[in-house]
């Protein structure tokens, strides 16, 4: 497991890798940029990735770390990829209802459920 400071826990299960977003709130540009910058170019060193991204801790997003979960999708689209996303809290999953983005991502109540969705789809 490595570890960037205080923005993600990446790790691997099987074919699939998992990201915890370690920030309660993601809000300040420089954060969204932060996590940006580990995440693009994880996704770009690999085509067809499997990422799921863990938001446990996260209790706030700003409408442009949302922006950024929807250029990282396109990226990992683009590669033949999939993105999946857990543990929405349900006052995140409510924006993400409201913005209908909800249609956009798969997500899921658990990790658990998450990685058995990947399996499904293989």
């Not at 691997?12 to 370690?22: A, D, F, K, N, S």
């Not at 940006?36 to 690999?46: G, I, M, Y």
């Amino acid at each position: 497991m490595t570890e960037t400071p205080n923005k993600l826990v990446i790790s691997r299960e099987g074919q699939i890798t998992i990201v915890e977003l370690l920030d309660e709130e993601i809000l300040e540009e420089a954060t969204i940029n932060e996590i940006a910058d580990e995440l693009f170019p994880l996704v770009s060193s690999k085509p067809n990735i499997q990422l799921l991204l863990s938001f446990i801790r996260v209790k706030h997003l700003s409408s442009s770390a949302l922006g950024t979960l929807i250029r990282l999708n396109k990226r990992i689209e683009e590669n033949k990829g999939t993105l999946k996303l857990c543990h929405l809290k349900k006052p995140l999953y409510e924006i993400f209802v409201i913005t209908k983005l909800n249609r956009l991502f798969e997500i899921y109540d658990d990790q658990a459920t998450a990685l058995s969705s990947f399996e499904k789809k293989a």
